[in-house]
């Protein structure tokens, strides 16, 4: 929670440099360097510090991404997508709990923080080259 609480300031201040397409992009990498951290170092004061990464970088995410749906979203479709938008993150969120049980059954709890950390970076580098792609198209 303190992550976040000082994240979305910082994320303020970095909004006037920084594109928020770069600022979600970061957050999803930071998210990928804290679950990392929080996996490979069995440390209370890594665990500490890998969750004030993670929340700091999800406030790299939560306002960009929100400004970057309503931009992007025509007025009188907003609510129709911000709706859809909330139920896709709860069912993500049940989704996710199920299946990290099962992989933590099959592959162990460490390993799937090591493949949620390696999703995140794809997920990261996988939007740098597709917007990347589409801005200079």
């Known amino acids: ?12 201040r970095l909004s006037t440099q920084a594109s928020d397409t770069t600022l979600v992009l970061s957050g999803l990498a930071g998210i990928g360097g804290g679950v990392l951290l929080l996996g490979a170092v ?4 890594a665990a500490l510090a890998s969750t004030f990464i993670i929340g ?12 970057l749906i309503q931009r992007e979203t025509p007025h009188d479709m907003l609510g129709r997508v911000g709706s859809t938008n909330a139920s896709v993150i709860f069912l993500g969120q049940i989704l996710g709990l199920v299946v990290s049980g099962v992989l933590a059954e099959l592959v162990g709890v460490r390993m799937v923080f090591f ?19 589409r801005v200079h198209s």
């Open 1 to 12: 929670g303190v992550g976040m609480l000082l994240g979305t300031q910082v994320v303020r």
């Open 42 to 45: 069995p440390h209370i004061a």
């Open 56 to 67: 700091f970088a999800f406030g790299a995410i939560l306002v960009p991404a929100q400004t």
């Open 115 to 133: 493949l949620c950390a390696a999703l995140s970076v794809a997920l990261a580098l996988g939007g740098r080259v597709f917007l990347g792609s």
